[in-house]
């Protein structure tokens, strides 16, 4: 960890608020948040799009670096980690995002960029068909694709039934806080919390001494949405913060399904609406979803290694395949379009061929869609 660029990200980002959008490109056009700093009496010139108000914040730091400080020793104390923008340990589908945060805090050790991230969100007023919905869907899930990392909010209802049902079923989940790492709320949920420390995480944007409130509730759904492959709504009234998420998902271009739900039912009102008004794809359970996520090969794979299919040491190659490898070995990691283009292969049949490769332990698929050879 680069503590002392962490003091500056801390110290910028306590002072820039709630202009998201305008810190982070300040902080990504100059490299850092200590050049930040450093350029302080220049920021009109670097970005001119700076407002007034912001400028003028950005040139007293002398109280947000004492408060930095504090915040510094409060995480080493709680051997917290911090994640930057741009470091390894970052969620990566979340620095994709245009108000991603500058700086996150983070206990527990699942890794946020897991090949498979999904959420699991909705009402707080979570009815027994949504937990009997959520409890088969994660159970399928863990049998078709074992490794997903399942994200929510550790909020009352579909959140913290999410959560627990995850950790039934030997998966790892993170909930992303509202709130300082100090606290938690709902206090009720601290046991869960323990819990999910060693199993998945805790994470949150904001430093010790944050309350939770309303607002900090609302930002937080763009990372629910933003660190994850899919979004997926249990039940919904038909206004909610689950609806909010969904929408933050789909301007990310993220997928987005939702359960049906009885008609007139008020929780189900906002999954209905959702989908009549082509918002969602309508799932029904675990296979569903993996089919609309193109995520079968993983389900199958399971599949042959329970059957015993297991990896050679010196697998035979068809020709096709050697060109794969070929490609890989020259290349390094390539997208599926761009592998598609060096091998000179049809996505369809290519899909096909790493599949084929990813059985015979060659491949390995990565986060983002790009593949990797392991041989």
């Not at 202009?19 to 990504?28: F, P």
């Not at 015993?308 to 490609?327: A, C, H, K, M, Y």
């Amino acid at each position: 960890m680069n503590e002392q660029e962490v003091y500056y990200a801390i110290a910028l980002t306590r002072m820039t608020g709630f202009n998201l959008q305008t810190a982070l490109l300040l902080y990504q056009t100059l490299g850092s948040a200590r050049a930040v700093y450093e350029q302080r009496k220049e920021v009109r010139d670097v970005l001119p799009e700076c407002t007034d108000r912001l400028a003028e914040a950005l040139q007293d730091w002398d109280v947000a670096l004492a408060r930095a400080a504090q915040e510094m020793a409060f995480i080493q104390k709680h051997n917290i980690r911090t994640l930057l923008l741009g470091s390894d340990d970052y969620p990566q589908r979340l620095a994709e995002c245009p108000d991603a945060p500058i700086l996150m805090y983070f206990m527990g050790q699942a890794d946020l960029n897991r090949q498979r991230v999904i959420n699991i969100i909705g009402t707080r007023h979570c009815t027994t068909y949504g937990q009997d919905l959520i409890r088969r869907f994660v159970g399928d899930l863990r049998q078709m694709v074992p490794d997903v990392l399942i994200v929510s909010g550790l909020a009352y209802g579909v959140d913290i039934c999410a959560h627990r049902q995850a950790l039934d079923n030997g998966l790892d989940t993170v909930g992303v806080l509202a709130h300082g790492l100090d606290d938690l709320y709902p206090p009720r949920h601290r046991d869960t919390a323990k819990q999910m420390i060693g199993q998945g995480g805790l994470l949150t944007e904001y430093m010790s001494e944050t309350k939770a409130d309303k607002l900090n509730f609302i930002r937080r759904n763009r990372i629910v949405a933003g660190m994850s492959d899919a979004t997926i709504l249990v039940e919904s009234a038909a206004k909610g913060g689950g609806l909010i998420t969904t929408g933050i998902a789909m301007d990310y271009n993220r997928g987005v399904f939702a359960f049906p739900g009885p008609v007139g039912a008020p929780y189900s009102e906002g999954c209905n609406a959702l989908i009549r008004d082509n918002g969602a794809g309508l799932i029904t359970g675990a296979a569903d979803f993996v089919n609309a996520m193109g995520w079968q090969n993983d389900a199958l794979l399971q599949q042959a290694k329970a059957e015993g299919i297991e990896r050679t040491l010196f697998p035979n190659l068809s020709e096709e395949e050697q060109r794969v490898v070929d490609v890989l070995s020259q290349t390094g990691d390539l997208q599926l379009n761009q592998l598609s283009v060096k091998a000179n292969i049809a996505i369809g049949q290519l899909t096909a061929l790493l599949f084929q490769l990813e059985m015979k332990g060659v491949v390995r698929p990565l986060a983002g869609g790009s593949y990797h050879l392991l041989k």
